[in-house]
């Protein structure tokens, strides 16, 4: 069982900028594809930004540009740098592991970020 523990999340200006961290318990986190989701109250999870075991990256179009998802599997950590926020960007973000061969996806508890002035 892997555990994500994510932080970062905060209050910030519109324009302004957070990285977010996700650091997991297990000792193969460097074959996971990992992948930053969020999602707003009535609404469903919407898939932000993703990073596979290789580092290819990938982004949602209302984020690319501004998101920049990375990896340090010696620190066993996700991370999401954001700038340019905007309130849209509002949101609780969760991080993800995922590999289909060892059926594994797992979740963290999710970090809320507030863009807002």
């Known amino acids: 069982q892997e555990q994500l523990v994510e932080s970062g999340g905060g209050l910030v200006q519109p324009g302004g900028s957070l990285r977010l961290s996700c650091v997991a318990s297990?000792?193969?986190?460097?074959?996971?594809?990992m992948k930053w989701y969020r999602q707003v109250p009535g609404k469903q999870r919407e898939l932000v930004a993703t990073?596979?075991?290789?580092?290819?990256?990938d982004y949602a179009d209302y984020v690319s540009g501004r998101f920049t998802i990375s990896r340090d599997n010696a620190a066993k950590t996700v991370y999401l740098q954001m700038n340019s926020l905007k309130p849209e960007d509002t949101a609780v973000y969760y991080c993800n592991a995922y590999h289909s061969m060892i059926s594994a996806n797992y979740w963290g508890q999710g970090t809320q970020v507030t863009v807002s002035s």
């Open positions: 990073i596979t075991a290789g580092g290819n990256t």
């Open positions: 297990g000792s193969i986190f460097s074959i996971y594809i």
